[in-house]
């Protein structure tokens, strides 16, 4: 089983490292964002470019990197007392669904400053967790429909 997670979490780094451009610090140069909703905080995007789906051991998973831009002020301020976090606007999260979509965990997750930049690395989350948040359905569906738009995409380049 660890062997499983860190071949899963090199694959997913490689994924951000890729998307993000590796030594690039800032976020807001990786990607072109889709709005999917309103989260608890604030109003969560995906970035299309990092949807893949994965397979290990017969079993496919959904990769996509999310970032939820907090508008909500009182979280905001108390999110801001500590070190430094004075200037963080948002949480830049990598998902990774279960194909059936009941299921995810979070390889990767950062704290986003108001310049793009990682101010604070929250390390990762492999544990898999039913969904129970209207929103994360919302990322689910959304990555799927980005797939299934490259996948049209490509059988389009073969003809």
Do not use: H, W
């Not at 909703?37 to 496919?60: H, L, Q, W």
């Amino acid at each position: 089983m660890k062997k499983y997670i860190l071949i899963v979490m090199g694959l997913l780094m490689g994924v951000c490292g890729m998307t993000y451009g590796v030594g690039s610090n800032n976020v807001a140069e990786a990607a072109t964002e889709q709005r999917i909703g309103n989260s608890d905080y604030g109003i969560m995007y995906i970035y299309p470019d990092t949807v893949e789906a994965v397979k290990k051991d017969g079993r496919y998973y959904v990769v996509v990197s999310a970032e939820d831009r907090y508008t909500d002020k009182k979280f905001l301020a108390e999110l801001r007392q500590g070190e430094n976090m004075q200037n963080v606007v948002s949480t830049l999260c990598l998902y990774m669904f279960t194909n059936d979509g009941r299921f995810y965990c979070m390889p990767q997750r950062y704290l986003i400053d108001n310049e793009g930049k990682v101010c604070v690395d929250l390390g990762s989350d492999m544990q898999f967790r039913g969904i129970d948040e209207k929103i994360l359905t919302q990322v689910y569906t959304a990555s799927l429909k980005v797939l299934e738009s490259k996948q049209r995409f490509q059988n389009m380049m073969k003809r």
